[in-house]
């Protein structure tokens, strides 16, 4: 009996050791932007989603390319390092370093990959390039529930605009974009014109919540499944400048207000042409992500929109929304697993359509 209570406990123990050597361990690096993040996922599991954030920009009321690289210089190697930390992973247990290729910042896209590269080359490390894009639509791998093949997502950010047909994780088709500026990029320009603090995203989202959406602004007629924001800008603009003609103190006075307008003329626009891409497609799995997918009109949008059409609906964790290596981790895993392996050679990409 107790010799048959150890073959079990040794045959236990030797399987254990073979689950752990069959682990897929990725150290993941996202530098798009103005944040510099790093991940390590391992067994299909973010174990840490570390991201070193840059202040500097506020001032400035956007990102400042030349500052955001410098500041990725300062805070690559200290993120990395904190980033195996959390995760309790060493060097010595990476199987692969994923980085963003592109699209996105030249200068902050050059750090992330330099180091990525030099890391990879000096532990021996094969090294895969991830489209920050993809990426983002990926991100819904991160965490169960999972959506289930074909669906949509409408991708959407300070740079991008999309609505993404996704047959499989690394099959996919964009069905339509923005023909000039991305909806983030209004939040950000709308709150730009109310003396609002940078990203204003986040604060019009908070405002809105305490207003009513009693302004209305124009929705711009462009292409089926295509977008324009830079027109719905021009008419925030024009509107604020009467009414602050008439009323020097009007955007004070209702400034909640005019971020709720503001707030559901955008998520309108979205829903409508979200809409009409899940009724051509006959699809019924959509899904949102991207940074401006952490809105919490958009994400409460989708919610009751998808259950008036009988959507199943799938909204990314937070951490998950913006910017971050976490996404870059999961699309690198199934890139792995299909041997899709970058070299030395390789660049970054400021666009990069797929």
Not at 184 to 209: S, V, W
Not at 264 to 272: A, Y
Request: hydrophobic content about 45%; charged content about 20%.
């Amino acid at each position: 009996m107790v010799i048959d209570t150890m073959m079990q406990y040794f045959i236990l123990l030797v399987y254990q050791i073979l689950q752990t050597l069959n682990k897929l361990t990725l150290l993941a690096i996202e530098s798009s932007c103005d944040d510099t993040s790093v991940a390590i996922l391992q067994d299909g599991k973010v174990l840490s989603n570390c991201v070193a954030s840059q202040d500097a920009h506020r001032l400035y009321g956007g990102v400042v390319p030349e500052l955001a690289s410098r500041a990725h210089l300062e805070n690559i190697i200290p993120t990395v390092l904190l980033a195996l930390e959390k995760a309790r992973v060493s060097k010595q247990d990476l199987d692969a370093v994923a980085v963003t290729r592109g699209p996105g910042l030249l200068g902050s896209l050059i750090v992330g990959v330099t180091f990525a590269k030099s890391f990879a080359l000096a532990l021996d490390l094969p090294l895969i390039e991830v489209n920050h894009m993809q990426a983002h639509v990926l991100a819904h791998f991160a965490e169960a529930p999972y959506p289930r093949f074909p669906f949509l997502c409408l991708t959407v950010s300070g740079g991008h605009t999309q609505i993404v047909l996704i047959k499989d994780h690394l099959d996919m088709e964009v069905l339509g974009s923005t023909i000039d500026d991305a909806a983030g990029e209004a939040f950000d320009k709308t709150g730009k014109i109310l003396g609002l603090d940078y990203p204003a995203g986040p604060i019009i989202d908070k405002l809105a919540k305490q207003g009513q959406a009693r302004y209305t602004f124009t929705k711009p007629k462009v292409g089926e499944l295509e977008f324009s924001f830079s027109g719905l800008k021009t008419n925030i603009l024009q509107f604020l400048k009467k009414e602050v003609s008439k009323n020097p103190d009007f955007v004070k006075e209702n400034v909640e207000d005019i971020c709720a307008s503001v707030q559901q003329t955008i998520v309108d626009i979205l829903m409508e042409k979200l809409e009409i891409a899940a009724r051509k497609h006959n699809i019924t799995e959509v899904a949102i992500a991207g940074g401006v997918s952490a809105n919490s009109g958009l994400r409460s949008a989708l919610e009751t929109r998808g259950a008036a059409l009988g959507w199943n609906t799938y909204i990314p964790a937070f951490q998950f929304c913006t910017d971050n290596a976490g996404m870059i981790a999961v699309a690198a895993k199934y890139k792995y697993e299909k041997g899709e392996f970058s070299d030395q050679s390789m660049k970054p990409i400021t666009r990069w359509a797929f």
